[in-house]
């Protein structure tokens, strides 16, 4: 039994470098997620997958950050020219949709990414 | 809009002491969930319980309890007879009916501190 899995687990970076961050979900989830959390704070949203498909995002996710879920498997989190307010844990999750309930989101171990 | 609040920064007890971490939201929603999540210093989220916003009934497991109230709009959690193994970042999280998506509004957590 595997849960969410997050590669790389830490990354460190130059102002202005592309960044890619890859998600793993439990197999049988069809949803999942992306936040991102600073120090000291909870987690926030970035951005909702259901299978394929990107059905919604925050407004805190720039033109610089773009997500991916192809084939409603693995997500892959893309951050372009990164800036040093961009240093936050990333943190995946996953569900399984249930009916007619919100179902449990399950998170992966994040990627902490330091931008200098 | 939708808001968790956890007034509580910081709580520091010595082994078996009781302690409850407070909880409050805000929501338009008449459906909706909330949850407790723990981040031990490893990083990752644990999912703890969810409750949906019909089901007022506390809940025991073990050490952990939750106390539910409406009319308070609180969803507070007791660890009685704290462990060391206790410590860690506790985040109450809030998912409203209306969002479609599952996502999760977080608190900004509560740093429980456990001493020998």
């Known amino acids: 039994d595997t849960g969410v899995s997050q590669n790389p687990r830490h990354k460190i970076t130059k102002r202005g470098q592309n960044v890619t961050f890859r998600c793993d979900p439990i197999?049988?989830?069809?949803?999942l997620y992306w936040y991102r959390q600073t120090l000291g704070q909870g987690p926030e949203f970035l951005t909702y997958?259901?299978?394929?498909?990107?059905?919604?995002k925050s407004r805190l996710l720039s033109d610089r950050f773009s997500a991916e879920r192809p084939k409603g498997s693995f997500s892959t989190l893309e951050i372009q020219r990164t800036e040093q307010g961009d240093s936050a844990m990333y943190l995946c999750a996953s569900s399984q949709t249930l009916a007619g309930g919100t179902d449990t989101q399950y998170f992966g171990p994040g990627t902490r990414l330091t931008v200098l | 809009a939708q808001k968790v609040t956890q007034a509580q920064t910081e709580i520091s007890v010595v082994e078996k002491e009781d302690v409850t971490l407070d909880c409050v939201y805000e929501?338009?929603?008449?459906?909706?969930?909330l949850f407790w999540y723990k981040q031990p210093p490893s990083g990752e989220l644990v999912f703890l319980i969810r409750r949906n916003s019909f089901d007022e009934q506390n809940e025991i497991s073990g050490r952990y309890s939750w106390n539910f109230q409406k009319s308070t709009s609180s969803f507070n959690f007791t660890i009685t007879a704290s462990q060391v193994v206790d410590s860690a970042v506790y985040f109450c999280?809030?998912?409203?009916?209306?969002?479609?998506?599952?996502?999760?509004?977080f608190g900004q957590g509560t740093t429980l501190q456990v001493k020998p």
């Open positions: 997958f259901q299978n394929e498909a990107q059905l919604e």
């Open positions: 929501t338009r929603d008449t459906t909706y969930y």
């Open positions: 999280a809030l998912s409203g009916f209306s969002s479609n998506t599952g996502k999760l509004i």
């Open positions: 197999s049988e989830h069809n949803r």
